[in-house]
Structure formats: C-alpha cells, structure tokens
C-alpha cells in the first residue's frame, strides 16, 4: 500500500537546491524549482549513473526541467522521468510529492 514518507523539512531544501535521500532501498533525488518539489529515481537508465550530482558531488546541470547525466549526456525530466535525450531511452521511475506541516514528502 501506498504511504506518504518524509524526507526532510522543507526549510532543508530550499528553492534551487537538490538532495539525495536513500529510501526503501532506492537513491532518490529531490529538487526544489520555484518552491514546486520534484522527485526522480537518482539513476540514469543508459548506463546506471547517478543523476543529481557527478562523481565529485558537483551537482549535474539542470537545464529547465531536465537534468542531464554527468557521464554521456542523457536527460531526464524531473516532472515526470521521462528520458528526453539520448543516450537516455528508457525514463526513470518519478514519485509524486508533497509538503506537508513543513515536512516534505513523497508517495511509496
Ligand atoms: S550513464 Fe547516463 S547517459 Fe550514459
């Protein structure tokens, strides 16, 4: 079943910043855009790199809405995970969001 998981206070992801959260076993990573929160799987389809940040933790360009994979270029869309550029074929999977009393929070 469905629940809602809280991944921080929203004071901790101001707008224009991104973070990683580790939940349920997967790499989440999380964006704050214009105080509108995103959340993809932190894991780029062509090869398996992580997508927020490089392997420096520098983070990856996010151009609009599409973050663009440290290694060979792919893009995502962070609203909704779909691949939007090659190399990247296959989406990656997204999760809706929330922030609630303060806390941000995705749906499981
Ligand atoms: S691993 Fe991301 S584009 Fe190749």
Known sequence: MAEWVTLCASSELPPGSREVFGVGGSWIAVFNVDNVIYAIEDLCTHDGNTLAFDQQ????????????????????????????????????????????????????
Do not use: M
């Open 57 to 108: 933790e520098r983070p990856s360009k996010l151009i609009n809405f599409e973050i663009e994979c440290p290694r060979h270029g792919g893009r995502f869309d962070i609203r909704d995970g779909s691949a939007t550029r090659s190399p990247a074929e296959i989406n990656t999977p997204w999760y809706k969001t929330r922030i609630d009393q303060d806390r941000i929070q995705i749906l499981l």
